[in-house]
């Protein structure tokens, strides 16, 4: 049941994945348009595309948020493990639970504070005035979601660690 449940999961947050990679292919493409329009004018057409910057701004943003899950699930996050080769296998093993412990609760809390600053922005109308003027709210809405995400991704990352061989994690090891 829950090997199904990991799957299909892997399956969503590779889709978030792609999702992020579209939207760094969409602001790729908007730089360049915004710096050609710039430097080859066009007769009676704009001068750039004044809310480029802003709208990178938030795509930097965003690509970051949908792409954390699925690095975390292929072992691509930052990840410092030299002590943890250097460790007996048990106490290396007992460490990887000690690192995702303490992942998932930051995780949490970062989810449930980003629902309150959420609500309290939503609540209050704050407004993010720039170029374009938005609701604060939308930029803070996908953290506790994503966040969300990362808790859950924990959960199957200790399944996968206890169903493992007593020891460090294989992925993404920098020293052998």
């Excluded at 792409?67 to 030299?82: F, K, S, Y």
């Amino acid at each position: 049941m829950i090997a199904k449940l990991s799957e299909a999961y892997g399956r969503f947050i590779s889709a978030l994945a792609l999702l992020g990679c579209l939207m760094l292919l969409f602001m790729m493409l908007l730089i360049v348009s915004d710096v050609a329009l710039r430097n080859f004018a066009i007769s009676g057409g704009p001068q750039g595309i004044g809310w480029s910057n802003e709208v990178s701004e938030f795509i930097l943003y965003a690509v970051t948020l949908c792409v954390a899950p699925w690095l975390l699930r292929q072992g691509q996050h930052i990840r410092v493990d030299i002590i943890l080769q250097a460790l007996p296998k048990r106490a290396a093993w007992g460490l990887e639970w000690v690192g995702d412990i303490l992942g998932l609760a930051c995780c949490l809390v970062i989810s449930f504070y980003g629902v309150q600053a959420t609500w309290a922005s939503y609540s209050a109308n704050s407004l993010n005035i720039k170029t374009l003027v938005t609701p604060e709210w939308w930029s803070l809405v996908p953290l506790p979601l994503v966040f969300s995400l990362l808790s859950i991704e924990m959960l199957f990352r200790m399944h996968r660690l206890w169903l493992a061989e007593r020891g460090p994690r294989n992925d993404a090891v920098s020293a052998a």
